[in-house]
């Protein structure tokens, strides 16, 4: 992993592998998978462009994912390179590695816990980063939840795209509660 990225990155990846083992320990998942996904989610970051394209196109992935740009590459298609390249096979493993920028509806803890300890790792300084970390020691699906919606702020305020599975993400994380207030 450390050849495969820049220092900085491989700092990064330490200290979101040491975020989620402490996830794990706190929520009761495997800590092996916990840690194991943690230092290969970013595995792919650093891959130039037309080679994540080529992966992209080899594998059949949505052809609608090349439209986005490594931030959603690495993780949408960098999974595979996770899984030929280090030989790590576990489903879920690979799965928390595919889907922790953008989440999904449905969520593993495995999968919770990556997404979230990439988000709160120690280094992390943006404004909100400390909130949470505090919703993540009482509650990974309101972790999930904090920042998912703290992601979409970002991306809009910044104008960036929006991956239509983050949105599907919103809406299974976010809006379900209240939809579910409105229909009482
Ligand atoms: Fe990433
Ligand atoms: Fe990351």
Same mark, same amino acid.
């Given at each position: 992993v450390q050849e495969q990225m820049s220092e900085k990155r491989f700092r990064h990846v330490l200290v979101v592998q040491k975020a989620a083992v402490e996830l794990a320990k706190q929520y009761g998942t495997d800590v092996e998978k916990a840690s194991i996904a943690g230092l290969v989610h970013d595995y792919a970051k650093e891959?130039?462009?037309? *080679?994540? &394209?080529?992966? &992209?196109? #080899?594998?059949?992935?949505?052809? *609608?994912?090349?439209?986005?740009?490594?931030?959603?590459?690495h993780g949408m298609a960098g999974w595979i390179l996770v899984r030929d390249e280090l030989g790590i096979n576990d489903p879920e493993i690979l799965r928390a590695v595919e889907i922790h920028t953008v989440g999904a509806k449905e969520m593993t803890s495995l999968d919770k816990i990556v997404y979230v300890a990439d988000y709160i790792e120690e280094n992390r300084a943006f404004p909100g980063v400390e909130r949470a970390r505090e919703i993540a020691r009482v509650s990974l699906d309101e972790a999930v939840k904090y920042e998912t919606k703290g992601t979409? #702020?970002?991306?809009? *305020?910044n104008e960036k795209a929006v991956y239509p599975q983050t949105i599907e993400t919103y809406n299974a994380w976010v809006v379900n509660e209240r939809m579910e207030k409105f229909d009482k």
């Amino acid at each position: 992993v450390q050849e495969q990225m820049s220092e900085k990155r491989f700092r990064h990846v330490l200290v979101v592998q040491k975020a989620a083992v402490e996830l794990a320990k706190q929520y009761g998942t495997d800590v092996e998978k916990a840690s194991i996904a943690g230092l290969v989610h970013d595995y792919a970051k650093e891959r130039p462009d037309e *080679e994540m &394209i080529a992966l &992209i196109k #080899q594998h059949g992935l949505s052809k *609608e994912i090349i439209d986005f740009g490594n931030n959603i590459w690495h993780g949408m298609a960098g999974w595979i390179l996770v899984r030929d390249e280090l030989g790590i096979n576990d489903p879920e493993i690979l799965r928390a590695v595919e889907i922790h920028t953008v989440g999904a509806k449905e969520m593993t803890s495995l999968d919770k816990i990556v997404y979230v300890a990439d988000y709160i790792e120690e280094n992390r300084a943006f404004p909100g980063v400390e909130r949470a970390r505090e919703i993540a020691r009482v509650s990974l699906d309101e972790a999930v939840k904090y920042e998912t919606k703290g992601t979409l #702020q970002f991306l809009i *305020e910044n104008e960036k795209a929006v991956y239509p599975q983050t949105i599907e993400t919103y809406n299974a994380w976010v809006v379900n509660e209240r939809m579910e207030k409105f229909d009482k």
